[in-house]
């Protein structure tokens, strides 16, 4: 059982930069393969970018992987999303997801095991 408690949303200009952090606690946190996905209002969930345990392996949606950075630290257990040149249709609540298979990236949200609660980030003109 993982536990995924996401951080750092919010309000931020058009251009401007965030970096959302997700803490995994559990004795094997670190083993876990993690996510993120976003759904803006009235939208699917969409997936965004995924790591493997090692960090080794990154997978991202194709339109975000030129302004969005996923990576880890296994020592804090947590998962970060740093991203930058934010636009007016970033805006979403971004969820933190964890899966059993450490090498697992996939970009189904179906697949994942463990979800967080969710952050707001909100990109404004």
């Known amino acids: 059982q993982v536990q995924l408690v996401e951080s750092g949303g919010g309000l931020v200009q058009a251009g401007g930069s965030l970096r959302l952090s997700c803490a995994a606690s559990?004795?094997?946190?670190?083993?876990?393969?993690m996510g993120w996905f976003r759904q803006a209002p009235g939208k699917e969930r969409d997936f965004v970018a995924a790591?493997?345990?090692?960090?080794?392996?990154?997978n991202y949606a194709d339109s975000l992987k030129d302004r969005f950075t996923i990576s880890r630290d296994n020592r804090k257990n947590t998962v970060y999303l740093q991203m930058n040149s934010l636009k007016l249709e970033d805006t979403a609540v971004y969820y933190c997801?964890?899966?059993?298979?450490?090498?697992?990236?996939?970009?189904?949200?179906?697949?994942?095991?463990?979800w967080g609660q969710g952050t707001q980030v909100t990109v404004s003109s």
């Open positions: 997801a964890a899966h059993g298979s450490g090498s697992m990236t996939s970009s189904n949200s179906g697949a994942w095991d463990y």
């Open positions: 790591i493997s345990w090692s960090g080794r392996i990154t």
């Open positions: 559990g004795r094997t946190a670190s083993n876990y393969a």
